[in-house]
């Protein structure tokens, strides 16, 4: 497996706000890295550096081994909007390929193959302004995709799709990797990073807090992370003395233990109030990872 993408030692200042504090690592080709970290942590500001819109003020950023300029071959979602309001849809698809130096009839094949994935062809004359918040994250995407790029990078694909089509995009990506594309996807999701990805990157105040492979991540916290379906209300189990922190969805808790916590203490607990359909002793999701590496504050803040 070779690398495709080299961010070495870069910072990136705003006057006095250091947004990118020397970070460093690696893409290789053919996989999906998360670019995971908090609002304002330095995601879309590295981002911006690899796509060419911001320079960096110290280190390097390397494409295939050199530092050429590769932004034909890069295709890139930016988190926000950034379409023309009043161009036609499949118009506006066209021109977004033009840009990247592609044209013609193959192009507009291809147009007419990613509308009708996207459930978007009988929307191919309708203005960009006339599509809803998620038809128009989905004429972007295709957009970024429709120059057949090496590098795709996107920043929060999903933000404003509903259930279906976040499936679909999930489908998508997925696929796109199977034939060998090299994705790198910033997102502040972590079910859907832990789904997709194969490593990851965590971003915090601009510094690189935690990298690697998803599952050498997950396995690094150890095993002291209860996961539990039942049937009742569990609400109580935040409260057991052996649990440090409680993630409770409807009928599903992931509970993070003490260092010394006893689960067999927790299961007998929660028999005697709930009806139990699952209790492992696991790995903690990449959300729990996430939030004890870099919220772990802010939600003692709030209790």
């Not at 911001?54 to 034909?72: C, K, Q």
């Not at 988190?79 to 990247?100: C, D, N, P, S, T």
């Not at 992931?254 to 009806?275: F, I, Y």
Request: with cysteine; hydrophobic share 40%; aromatic share 6%.
């Amino acid at each position: 497996m070779s690398v495709v993408l080299s961010v070495r030692d870069v910072v990136k200042t705003f006057g006095a706000v250091r947004a990118v504090d020397g970070i460093s690592f690696t893409v290789q080709r053919g996989t999906i890295t998360g670019l995971l970290g908090r609002n304002g942590a330095g995601k879309t500001t590295t981002i911006r550096m690899i796509t060419g819109v911001f320079f960096p003020d110290a280190g390097s950023i390397e494409w295939l081994g050199s530092e050429r300029d590769a932004r034909d071959r890069i295709g890139y979602l930016p988190e926000e909007r950034g379409l023309y309001r009043q161009m036609k849809v499949k118009e506006h698809l066209l021109f977004f390929a033009e840009i990247k130096g592609c044209r013609g009839s193959s192009v507009a094949r291809s147009a007419e193959r990613w509308l009708k994935r996207f459930e978007l062809w009988d929307k191919r004359d309708a203005k960009v302004e006339e599509l809803s918040k998620g038809n128009q994250q989905k004429v972007q995407l295709i957009g970024t995709l429709l120059h057949d790029p090496d590098l795709i990078i996107l920043d929060e694909p999903q933000s404003g799709l509903d259930p279906v089509n976040m499936l679909l995009v999930r489908d998508l990506l997925r696929e796109l990797k199977d034939e060998g594309k090299t994705i790198l996807l910033s997102t502040h999701m972590m079910a859907e990073a832990e789904r997709m990805a194969d490593d990851i990157i965590l971003i915090h105040k601009g510094k690189i807090v935690l990298s690697g492979g998803i599952d050498e991540v997950r396995n690094s916290f150890g095993k002291n992370t209860l996961h539990i379906d039942y049937e009742g209300d569990g609400a109580f189990l935040e409260q057991l003395p052996e649990v440090k922190r409680a993630m409770i969805v409807n009928n599903a808790a992931e509970l993070s233990l003490n260092a010394e916590a006893d689960p067999q203490r927790v299961l007998e607990a929660a028999m005697g109030r709930l009806r139990i359909r699952k209790f492992e002793l696991a790995a903690p999701s990449l959300e729990e990872i996430f939030i004890e590496q870099v919220g772990a504050e802010t939600m003692e803040s709030i209790r």
